[in-house]
């Protein structure tokens, strides 16, 4: 059981670079998760899908795309990457009634 | 949106001392939760309190629900009790954290 998993776990890009993050759960959870996490701050969610087939935005989702590609895996996609966007990011997962989350080791990603 | 405000902001403690850390919200909630930030960036759930109290080992949470507000007690701290603790609200609208550090 190793709970959820993100790949890769560091990542740099250039300005304009396209990449996709993966993240996968074997907890059979309904809901799944993408956050970033800047220097000294909280966590910001990006996007979230409820169960297989959907996903609604976040706080913050622009210059993101994500698919739940099946109840296992939850992508999150930067099509035009951008220094902004260097941070950490989670993914996580919870069953729909417990709400509870779980979260992934993290991908820390720099543009430059 | 809902806002979440923690305090401190930073808490130093000696090893075996108790501490409290708070959680505010602007808005009546469904869900909150409490986690724990290692030093390592690894996040744990600690808590899923939207109201009332519930205990796990040397921590404990209780939400004022009418009142806006959480608490989470950490007795006998421990070196491994170090790290960021957050609190975080319906939409999943965390605070900016607790960040508690505890000496030998």
């Known amino acids: 059981n190793a709970g959820v998993t993100q790949t890769p776990k560091f990542q740099v890009l250039k300005t304009g670079q396209s990449m996709t993050l993966q993240c996968a759960q074997d907890?059979?959870?309904?809901?799944m998760y993408w956050y970033r996490q800047d220097p000294g701050m909280g966590l910001r969610l990006i996007y979230y899908?409820?169960?297989?087939?959907?996903?609604d935005k976040g706080e913050v989702p622009n210059g993101y795309n994500v698919s739940r590609l099946n109840k296992r895996e939850f992508s999150l996609r930067l099509e035009s990457a951008a220094p902004s966007q260097t941070s950490v990011y989670f993914c996580a997962s919870s069953h729909r009634e417990t709400y509870e989350q779980y979260f992934g080791p993290g991908t820390r990603l720099t543009v430059t | 949106g809902i806002q979440v405000e923690q305090s401190p902001p930073d808490l130093i403690l000696q090893e075996g001392a108790n501490s409290t850390l708070r959680c505010n919200f602007s808005d009546s909630v469904n869900n909150l939760q409490w986690f724990h930030q290692n030093p390592w960036g690894q996040l744990i759930n600690l808590f899923y309190?939207?109201?009332g109290t519930k205990q796990n080992g040397r921590l404990s949470a209780t939400t004022v629900a009418t009142e806006r507000y959480s608490l989470l007690y950490i007795s006998s701290s421990q070196t491994t009790d170090s790290g960021v603790y957050f609190c975080?609200?319906?939409?999943?609208?965390f605070g900016a954290g607790t960040r508690l550090t505890v000496k030998p």
């Open positions: 899908s409820a169960s297989e087939g959907t996903t």
């Open positions: 975080a609200v319906d939409d999943m609208r």
């Open positions: 309190i939207p109201s």
């Open positions: 907890m059979n959870h309904n809901s």
